[in-house]
């Protein structure tokens, strides 16, 4: 009986966690501080949480099958989403910082190419 | 004169105004074409080296001196310059030495030619705090190790590259905090090209204070001990394929 609303407990917490994603996600999108494309995605993992809670029972099944508490299964599952969201958000922010050189260096040649025909330069 | 015509001088700038245009001035008075990389600067650098004769290329924001160089070999390599000098707009560097580096690069047929401040044996060269003294004799020991070049300014900023190098760091020099320099040579030897160091003389800066610090040493030597012990440098195709899309 403890073990059940524990588990519970847990499913409700889930759940506001959840909703409370999407609503962020959402409200984030409409201030237009993250593009429709980060909105998305972390309204899917709010989403993936919601369903996850309705199902009751899945997080202490996973937690018999891995050996571990349910509470630990919803920090390894929470560690592991966050770690994978970081790593991507790393490959982003790589991308970005290359195409802003890249942009940052044409701009510069554009620059110097005009400099050049100026001063009669150009070989 | 040396190679004149088809060498630029790049100079990688940033918030230089006080220098900028003297050594533009000493390099053009030697007969060099010259191209200021200003690299973000929030003060008149573009402008002053504008005024004393140079080309300039102005970043819209700092990318390091690993960005501003890359800029100048992109555009010696689009202009038709064969071979591009390095050097500082602190006045540290002698513009009467370019054409000694150009001389060494030609005679010897180098792709990368080092100026070394510790090579050279003259009274009135600038003193290298101890802590970067060490970061570079570590270094120099890594390179020694990795490649069997021996190099012992591993972080000399005057520099003469020529092709078929020039045309492959204008595609992937790196960007990053002291990219330009350990890892440059690394990368080079590692890949077949002739990578030579010189005696030169370097004066102190003329104005303002050097980028360098005892954490920037210690966040440097681990960095690029750790790119060349997982081989994470930047990549180039080595000489012998440079040489067979030459001969196609």
Known sequence: MFALSIAFKQAVVMAAGGVGLVAIAVFLAKRQLITVRYALGWSAIGLTVIVGSLLGSLVPRLGRVAGMTPTAVLLALAVIILVMISIQLSISVSGLQRQIRDLVEQLALSDANRDGVRNGRRK | ?248
């Open chain 2, 1 to 248: 004169m040396k190679g004149r015509r088809d060498t630029l001088v790049v100079v990688p700038a940033y918030n230089e105004e006080p220098s900028v245009a003297d050594v533009v001035s000493a390099i053009r008075k030697q007969g060099w074409d010259v191209l200021v990389i200003d690299d973000g600067s929030h003060d008149g650098t573009s402008r002053a080296a504008r005024g004393a004769g140079a080309v300039v290329a102005t970043h819209a924001t700092n990318l390091g001196v690993g960005g501003a160089l890359r800029t100048g070999f992109k555009y010696a390599v689009t202009h038709g310059y064969s071979r591009v000098v390095q050097c500082d707009a602190d006045g540290q560097h002698r513009s009467e030495l370019i054409d000694y580096l150009v001389s060494q690069a030609v005679n010897s047929n180098a792709d990368l030619v080092i100026g070394s401040r510790f090579l050279a044996d003259v009274e009135g060269s600038m003193i290298v705090a101890p802590h970067r003294r060490m970061a570079m004799r570590w270094l120099s020991w890594v390179l020694l190790r990795k490649t069997g070049v021996r190099v012992h300014d591993t972080t000399s900023g005057f520099k003469c590259v020529s092709e078929p190098l020039l045309s492959e760091f204008a595609e992937s020099f790196p960007a990053h905090f002291l990219g330009d320099t350990f890892e440059s040579c690394f990368v080079a030897a590692r890949n077949g090209y002739l990578v030579i160091e010189v005696p030169v003389v370097m004066d102190e800066r003329a104005h303002g204070f050097t980028s360098a610090s005892s954490s920037k040493s210690v966040q440097y030597i681990v960095r690029s001990v750790a790119a060349a012990a997982f081989g994470l440098t930047f990549r180039i195709r080595p000489k012998s394929s440079t040489h067979e899309t030459a001969a196609q």
